[in-house]
């Protein structure tokens, strides 16, 4: 059986050490893949000097390089996002022009790079947008070349109106702990056809 790695990218607003409903969930979608024979690492994003742009590097000590190494490694591919206003923070709004620049890249057989990899998502927030977010993930990354399991988010989100954040809540819902587990078994099964059966080329 192929060994299967996954990336998570934390796209909180939040630097290292402050806590993070996101990195909270998304270190539980990275436990509920190695139930899954998956390993895994996750990257808060803004703990890098990754710089707007559209390109894969853009100069100047731009740490996104870096991380599209890692992510290029990777099998899996897992955006964790906070809502904000209703939208994707924008940290994660970041990581996605980043990754458009995968539209221009090729193997030598002319396939995206990122063709053999699925993606997932997670979304956490003390508003409502989890689906909206969802929805604007699931298209971007497909558009740059990620496969999309079915069920493939994992959220939760308070009371509209309230203050309660995701990582105050114990024990974690099941609800969202049931998804997240979903989720996992659904990466982790398409990353596994897809190692085996790679997507022809032209």
């Known amino acids: 059986m192929t060994s299967l790695s996954c990336l998570v990218l934390n796209c909180t607003l939040k630097r290292s050490p402050a806590e993070s409903s996101s990195e909270l969930l998304g270190s539980q979608v990275l436990s509920a893949l190695r139930d899954q024979g998956v390993s895994g690492e996750m990257v808060r994003v803004v703990d890098h000097d990754v710089r707007f742009g559209v390109t ?116 974690t819902p099941e609800t969202t702990a049931g998804t997240t587990r979903t989720l996992a078994r659904h990466l982790a099964h398409l990353a596994g056809l897809l190692a085996a059966a790679p997507y022809p080329a032209e």
């Open 56 to 171: 894969t590097d853009e100069g100047d000590g731009d740490q996104w390089p870096q991380l599209r190494e890692r992510m290029l490694a990777a099998d899996v591919l897992v955006l964790v996002t906070p809502i904000w206003l209703g939208q994707p923070s924008a940290v994660c709004k970041m990581v996605l022009e980043r990754l458009d620049a995968e539209l221009g890249e090729t193997d030598d057989k002319g396939r995206m790079l990122t063709y053999d990899k699925v993606a997932g998502i997670g979304v956490v927030g003390n508003e409502d947008g989890a689906h909206h977010v969802t929805a604007e993930l699931c298209q971007a990354l497909n558009d740059v070349g990620f496969t999309i399991p079915a069920s493939a988010a994992t959220y939760w989100v308070g009371e509209a109106m309230q203050g309660v954040d995701y990582k105050d809540k114990e024990p």
